[in-house]
């Protein structure tokens, strides 16, 4: 198990799973790092790092090939092109990446949360998932989905995004995740 004095949270503040990990990662008092730009709306305000413009560049991403890699089309407004970029950080930062959404047919993640997945998957990062409308855990190996009953929390920087519209199963799910990572009664 991980001393979670020694653990740190990166992730993005917003509803739903991003505050429903930052919520277990505090109680344990698992530091936080929730990374944010100007003008965006979070509900995590433990930890926030705002990235500066120059920052946000760092992390660009072409609007074609995240639409042509995710097969879908994707709005091209600044808002949701900083959010991409935001979540870039957040999976970069973190050594081991969670993500709570829905597995599609094509192997992405559903919605914007999705990008962060295939985002941990172009930067070789374990990469977990919990499919909610499945209520299973799925982990990336060799460039396919593997079914996965208790993953773990292994590495001390790790990263969590998500849908914004968290069910029940998925919040047993991570605060199962936290219990057999962190030990039971932490949070």
Not at 16 to 40: D, P, Q
Not at 86 to 98: A, D, K, T
Not at 144 to 156: D, I, R, Y
Not at 168 to 177: H, I, K, M
Request: charged share 20%.
């Amino acid at each position: 198990m991980l001393n979670p004095a020694q653990c740190v949270l990166y992730s993005g503040g917003a509803a739903g799973a991003e505050e429903f990990f930052g919520g277990l990662a505090e109680s344990c008092g698992i530091e936080e790092v929730n990374y944010s730009f100007e003008g965006h709306q979070i509900n995590r305000l433990r930890g926030v790092r705002v990235l500066t413009s120059q920052e946000l560049m760092l992390k660009d991403v072409s609007m074609t090939y995240v639409s042509r890699l995710m097969n879908r089309e994707y709005t091209r407004a600044p808002l949701f092109r900083k959010v991409l970029q935001s979540i870039c950080w957040q999976v970069s930062s973190g050594e081991q990446v969670f993500v709570v959404g829905a597995i599609q047919q094509d192997g992405t993640v559903k919605g914007g949360t999705g990008w962060g997945a295939e985002f941990a998957k172009l930067c070789n990062k374990p990469l977990c998932v919990f499919d909610q409308p499945r209520g299973a855990w799925f982990v990336w190996k060799q460039d396919t989905w593997v079914s996965e009953e208790k993953p773990l929390v292994t590495s001390p920087r790790f990263a969590a995004t998500g849908t914004r519209f968290l069910e029940d199963n998925s919040r047993l799910a991570v605060q199962e995740l936290f219990e057999r990572s962190f030990g039971p009664g932490l949070h």
